[in-house]
């Protein structure tokens, strides 16, 4: 499914963090979109996280037939992906080895690892997902989809949720816990 050879951690993460962006609506493969250079997908990645993260990340391309591709090789561990031209809002992401091991979870409809804290960016923003149902794909009138803009995610770390928003319909431009009291729920933080 690799263009190139990965360690196994890393190939690990890539389908779970394909899944994810899918999974918030985000999906290359189910959406035509039009094809980006490597050039582009740098430097729309690299627009989820902090250049200082960014620039030492492995950059990753999710192709419309679901193929996974590294454009560029990192070196810190975090996995960056970028925007899907086809979904309503920007959405690159990027996340550490241990938020790939959580989407992994996510995908494999299993528990999360416990004990392990993982870190997302999503600085340019993120498409619009359920608040209440992590497998959602689109609204209805039962799962609470909200839009998102600017925000990191620290998921994995249930202690430190304690006190903040778990509604069904949070306010976004606050902290709040998103899929509250699911395996999944994980803490979203905007930034602007």
């Known amino acids: 499914m690799l263009n190139r050879r990965v360690p196994l951690s890393l190939a690990v993460a890539l389908p779970a963090l394909a899944l994810a962006l899918a999974l918030a609506g985000a999906s290359r493969a189910a959406h035509p979109m039009a094809k980006m250079t490597d050039a ?4 729309s990645a690299m627009q989820a996280a902090p250049a200082a993260i960014a620039k ?14 590294v454009v560029r090789k ?3 561990g975090f996995t960056c992906m970028a925007d899907n031209p086809a979904t309503p809002g920007p959405d690159p992401m ?7 091991e959580w989407l992994n979870a996510l995908v494999a409809h299993k528990p999360p690892a416990a004990g392990k804290v993982g870190f997302m960016y999503m600085l340019a923003g993120g498409s619009d997902a359920s608040n209440t149902d992590p497998y959602a794909t689109h609204p209805t009138a039962k799962n609470h989809w ?3 803009g600017p925000h990191v995610m620290v998921a ?7 006190g903040y928003p778990t509604g069904a319909d949070p306010d976004t431009s606050k902290p709040y816990v998103m899929w509250a009291g699911t395996p ?3 803490l979203m933080i905007p930034v602007k």
Do not use: F, P
């Open 40 to 43: 582009q997908i740098i430097a």
């Open 56 to 69: 030492d990340a492995t950059i990753v391309d999710l192709s419309a037939n679901g193929a996974m591709r």
């Open 74 to 76: 990192g070196s810190n």
């Open 94 to 100: 990027c996340g550490d080895a241990n938020s790939m």
């Open 146 to 148: 909200i839009k998102t």
């Open 156 to 162: 994995g770390a249930t202690a430190m949720m304690k």
């Open 184 to 186: 999944y729920e994980h």
